[in-house]
């Protein structure tokens, strides 16, 4: 496996990520997307870092950024999850104001 098939692979990944988030209206889907889209990313530092320079820092540093990932998209999950229990509201379009 080389740089260009891994970052093959990312570009592919964050391009299908972003046809599902541009092109979805449900909530869901569209995080669904963006989550696409970070490990497109998430995978194009990894290939770099692995070809580049092949340090044991790196695998603790992309440890951490997956964390990260999976934390920030439980709380979008939580956040949909309360505005379709509350508003009934599964479609982007329905939850654009948040302030009521």
């Known amino acids: 496996m080389t740089l260009q098939t891994v970052l093959l692979v990312a570009a592919a990944l964050f391009s299908v990520g972003l046809y ?12 669904m997307g963006l989550e696409l889209m970070l490990n497109g990313v998430v995978l194009a530092a990894v290939g770099f870092w692995w ?5 044991p820092e790196g695998q603790v540093l ?6 990260a990932m999976t ?3 439980a709380m979008g999950f ?4 309360l505005l379709h229990r509350s508003r009934n ?12």
């Open 20 to 31: 599902g988030a541009i092109s979805q209206q449900v909530v869901v889907m569209v995080m």
């Open 51 to 55: 070809f580049l320079s092949p340090a």
């Open 62 to 67: 992309v440890l951490v950024v997956i964390t």
């Open 71 to 73: 934390v920030e998209m």
């Open 78 to 81: 939580a956040v949909a999850t």
């Open 89 to 100: 509201a599964d479609m982007t379009d329905m939850a654009a104001d948040l302030s009521r």
